[in-house]
């Protein structure tokens, strides 16, 4: 394949298999980091442009705003690089240093708010600047993920797409929900082509999203502290809570038993498919993961940012 931009850079849809993971027999990880970006943002940042050049944005009169604790962020960066647009994205305390540096690499502009929301996050904070910074510049525009039909479009016609292309049936399929795009895009095409599919929608345990109590939540990927306009649960069959003190435990068991460096939010969704009861273990399972584990360096993989966040040693 010859390409000639860079967001363009990715491979072709994989799957990796854990063979005998949690007594099943057909497990499989859609591995969704081996592209420019090192995760399935890059998808989003890429249908959030394309629809708002579809609306008559262009980098000759427009600038580009979202908010993100890390992994969109990093790929509209690499999107408003490549086609030219001065790129400004709104961050929190969570977002680790190394995302940060990445943003900043690619010519974003890092702005990071400090004061936490009424539901102990910093979503609505975020949120807030953005819609102060939009109404002082018309010229400003935010793709905003978590209203934006672009969001779940490009996930029902791609990813879930790619995950029924491969196998002749899925049983189940275990996805994380942040933005809930990746969720609800891919739960429409699913239960639409293949509607014996039960699909698993992964929250982290703090997240409002499904109506849960607000509590402390470090790790970025999953989970909310207010729930997304996008976000729909009419197409989901079972809603699984991890704490984040399991997501990471999982992602050093997968690092240790399989080489695999996984990202945090990944770490949730193995540990839904592992919390899930009564899954035959013949049964084809599908988990969604996001994102490999180098963005986590700083967190997830840092023993000292473990015992401090979760007093556990790892």
């Excluded at 490549?82 to 190394?98: E, L």
């Excluded at 995302?99 to 910093?122: C, F, P, T």
């Excluded at 809570?241 to 969704?269: P, R, T, W």
């Amino acid at each position: 394949m010859i390409i000639n931009k860079v967001e363009k850079l990715s491979s072709q849809p994989m799957f990796f298999q854990l063979e005998k993971h949690f007594g099943l027999n057909n497990l499989f990880l859609k591995i969704e980091g081996l592209n420019i970006a090192g995760s399935i943002k890059i998808k989003t940042a890429l249908s959030l442009i394309d629809q708002l050049e579809r609306e008559g944005v262009s980098p000759s009169k427009n600038k580009i705003i979202e908010s993100s604790s890390g992994n969109l962020g990093i790929a509209l960066s690499i999107v408003c690089k490549s086609r030219g647009y001065t790129f400004t994205c709104v961050t929190d305390p969570n977002t680790s240093p190394y995302s940060e540096r990445l943003m900043r690499i690619y010519g974003a502009n890092i702005l990071k708010v400090s004061q936490k929301d009424k539901q102990g996050g910093y979503l609505e904070t975020r949120i807030s600047l953005i819609e102060e910074m939009i109404k002082k510049n018309k010229n400003l525009i935010w793709t905003n993920q978590y209203s934006s039909f672009a969001n779940p479009l490009i996930h029902y016609e791609e990813t879930a797409r790619e995950i029924l292309n491969q196998f002749a049936k899925v049983d189940y399929l275990f996805i994380g929900a942040g933005t809930t795009g990746t969720l609800v895009g891919c739960a429409e095409h699913v239960k639409k082509f293949s509607p014996q599919t039960q699909v698993v929608a992964v929250d982290s345990a703090g997240s409002v999203t499904f109506g849960g109590q607000p509590l402390p939540r470090f790790i970025p990927g999953l989970g909310t502290s207010k729930k997304p306009p996008i976000c729909d649960t009419k197409n989901v069959d079972e809603i699984v809570v991890i704490k984040e003190s399991d997501a990471v435990q999982m992602c050093h068991f997968m690092l240790n038993k399989y080489g695999l460096f996984l990202g945090g939010s990944s770490g949730s969704v193995l540990q839904a498919v592992k919390k899930k009861k009564n899954i035959p273990k013949d049964a084809c399972v599908v988990a969604i993961s996001p994102d490999f584990g180098e963005k986590y360096i700083d967190t997830v993989y840092n023993p000292i940012w473990v015992k401090e966040k979760f007093n556990m040693e790892i």
